[in-house]
């Protein structure tokens, strides 16, 4: 088994410049660095983190839990984040959570013992208690929530601009011509939650529409829930809305079926607008007009923010809150007239950005 020092002896530097190529500690030049990789990799030498981080008490590495693998959005934030740790030379396990509050608190605690110095949280749709994460930042471990924000709970976030992002989407709605408009949400115990129906109602009452209590769908994030009831709101022609927006991408596919179920299609018979990317659209039909967080970069952002606080140790600074913009992408599904297109006017209200926001999204036709 080759060793640290036949591959200084490899790439002709010291010791201590392999150890600081492999720990990301030090700023190593480039041609250095590539030096010390052909070398690991000519030699096929793997280091002992394990033993490096019984002598450091450092392990190098960060934990991931998100709700679901499966949903497309959720790799793409590893893959993100895993660029963002491997540039830092640290590693990242990722977990699943399968939407479940105690499978949560099982994986939190199992990173702990594992000895990751951060963790990146995308919350279950079970509860998480406020005093779970506080105990952990207390320990010096620190985390960083991404696109699920926990309310009432002081800690790092990283997530789209959910304001901004449900007035494009509602506006869009209303310039297809549609009025009774309903909005199918997460809990409202979540911060981006509550934001998302900020920005619909907000839309509204610009286009001087009151909101309506009725018209607003209080789910959970568990899609068989969520299909059931949409199910039974859209099963009375007399009160159903003429379109549907749906503040993350489980709510739209709970939502999308219960129209199924209700035997209705898109946008034939209602117009429907989500969060997140539901399908691949050369494949399906009707085609859904989609708000795209950018969910690469809300991965990659997070893990930056959670590496600086390693580096900062136990001293905290204020929280940090970032917002990304979105992007609406038109397409079928909320077409309420065949052939219409969006006049330059409405294109222009459609990027408008809320007070305060520092991002502006971006509008594309497809």
């Not at 035997?263 to 050369?282: H, N, Q, S, W, Y």
Request: proline share 5%; hydrophobic share 35%.
């Amino acid at each position: 088994m080759p060793t640290i020092k036949e591959v200084a002896v490899r790439a002709g530097v010291s010791v201590g410049t392999v150890s600081h190529v492999i720990t990301g500690s030090v700023p190593v030049s480039e041609d250095l660095r590539v030096k010390v990789q052909t070398a690991i990799r000519d030699l096929d030498y793997h280091p002992n983190h394990v033993a490096r981080s019984l002598k450091t008490s450092r392990t190098r590495t960060l934990g991931i839990i998100v709700p679901d693998m499966t949903v497309s959005f959720f790799p793409q934030i590893i893959r993100g984040a895993e660029m963002a740790a491997r540039e830092k030379g640290y590693s990242l396990i990722a977990v699943n959570s399968a939407e479940s509050g105690d499978r949560q608190t099982e994986l939190l605690s199992l990173l702990r013992s594992q000895q990751v110095e951060g963790i990146l949280l995308v919350i279950a749709a079970g509860s998480t208690p406020a005093s779970q994460m506080t105990r952990l930042i207390g320990a010096g471990i620190p985390v960083v929530c991404l696109d699920r924000v926990p309310d009432r709970v002081p800690v790092d976030s990283v997530s789209v601009e959910d304001v901004t992002s449900a007035q494009m989407g509602t506006e869009h709605l209303l310039h297809m011509g549609y009025r009774k408009i309903a909005i199918v949400t997460g809990p409202l115990s979540l911060k981006n939650e509550q934001r998302r129906l900020q920005g619909y109602e907000q839309s509204l009452e610009r286009a001087g529409i009151a909101p309506d209590e009725d018209l607003v769908w209080q789910g959970n994030l568990r899609t068989e829930d969520l299909e059931a009831m949409c199910r039974e709101r859209l099963s009375n022609p007399a009160r159903r809305p003429d379109a549907l927006f749906c503040t993350n991408g489980l709510t739209g596919l709970g939502a999308l079926r219960g129209i199924r179920d209700c035997g209705l299609a898109t946008p034939d018979d209602i117009g429907f607008v989500t969060f997140d990317e539901l399908t691949l659209d050369d494949l399906f039909r009707p085609a859904i007009t989609t708000i795209v967080q950018p969910a690469y970069e809300i991965g990659h952002k997070a893990s930056e923010i959670l590496l600086e606080r390693i580096d900062q140790g136990t001293d905290r600074e204020e929280v940090r809150t970032v917002r990304l913009p979105a992007t609406l992408k038109i397409r079928e599904s909320s077409r309420r007239f065949t052939g219409q297109a969006l006049s330059a006017n409405q294109a222009q209200s459609g990027k408008r950005s809320s007070g305060g926001s520092r991002t502006v999204p971006g509008l594309l036709a497809e």
